[in-house]
């Protein structure tokens, strides 16, 4: 392969444009083709009719309405930050009522963090 690609860098520009030209549309091709392909199963009856009725059983009897099904995946979303981290607004919470038992205001816990010059 670099013996191919120093054979590519010798020569002219102009033909590095077009071989670079024609390695482009290539690859454009192949992705509009497996676009195509895409399209083409997708409408199929027979997968469209399983695809849904997967869809519906993972998600939801919602069926295909957009804004339901992005409703629910936000919702899981959510869920799953919660489950994961926690309600952070209850932690804070705690944290104040922590402090107001201990009978310690905001004031008193902050701490005058100023730098000590050590002079010899």
Do not use: H
């Amino acid at each position: 392969m670099r013996k191919y690609i120093e054979k590519i860098k010798a020569k002219p520009e102009e033909i590095r444009k077009q071989i670079f030209a024609g390695v482009l549309i290539l690859c454009m091709v192949l992705v509009g083709f497996v676009w195509v392909e895409g399209l083409i199963n997708k409408t199929n009856g027979k997968k469209v009719a399983i695809a849904e009725k997967e869809a519906s059983a993972t998600i939801g009897n919602s069926g295909s309405k957009p804004f339901v099904l992005f409703g629910q995946v936000l919702k899981s979303t959510y869920n799953n930050i919660t489950a994961s981290v926690g309600d952070i607004s209850n932690t804070i919470k705690n944290e104040k009522s922590k402090i107001e038992k201990e009978g310690l205001s905001d004031e008193e816990e902050v701490i005058d963090l100023a730098p000590i010059e050590y002079s010899e």
